[in-house]
């Protein structure tokens, strides 16, 4: 269960960090502070992939890093627990309004090309 989460985690980290890269030069993350130096490497390492987009790194602790998704006020929260029941249902509503746009845009996408 826990890896199944993580691996979720990723992929919508890496849905949400290209969408916002196309949309801005920045990327906000915080949260959990013993995450905070494993995301500074992987913020350097895609800043130096990317050199247009830089990363905005803060340790808030995971209780905030989480609400500051939630609420839209950063890109990605970083957390060193598991997500409450209501952290969850919370984060699926927006996770889900994420993946509509997602496919609406994919969809676009495929029209203009046909």
Same mark, same amino acid.
């Given at each position: 269960?826990?890896?199944?989460?993580?691996?979720?985690?990723? @992929?919508?980290?890496?849905? #949400?960090? &290209?969408?916002?890269?196309?949309? %801005?030069?920045?990327?906000? +993350?915080?949260?959990?502070?013993?995450?905070?130096?494993?995301?500074?490497?992987?913020?350097?390492?895609?800043?130096?992939?990317?050199?247009?987009?830089? @990363?905005?790194?803060?340790? #808030?602790? &995971?209780?905030?890093?989480?609400? %500051?998704?939630?609420?839209? +006020?950063?890109?990605?929260?970083?957390?060193?627990?598991?997500?409450?029941?209501?952290?969850?249902?919370?984060?699926?509503?927006?996770?889900?309004?994420?993946?509509?746009?997602?496919?609406?845009?994919?969809?676009?996408?495929?029209? %203009?090309?046909?």
């Amino acid at each position: 269960m826990t890896k199944s989460l993580l691996a979720l985690s990723l @992929i919508t980290a890496s849905i #949400t960090m &290209s969408a916002t890269a196309m949309a %801005s030069e920045h990327i906000a +993350v915080s949260g959990s502070t013993s995450v905070t130096e494993v995301m500074e490497v992987l913020g350097e390492t895609y800043h130096q992939n990317h050199p247009d987009v830089f @990363i905005d790194i803060n340790g #808030t602790g &995971s209780s905030a890093g989480i609400k %500051s998704s939630i609420e839209g +006020v950063n890109d990605l929260g970083m957390a060193s627990r598991n997500l409450s029941a209501k952290e969850k249902n919370q984060a699926w509503l927006k996770l889900k309004s994420h993946v509509m746009v997602l496919l609406w845009l994919l969809t676009q996408q495929t029209q %203009s090309t046909i």
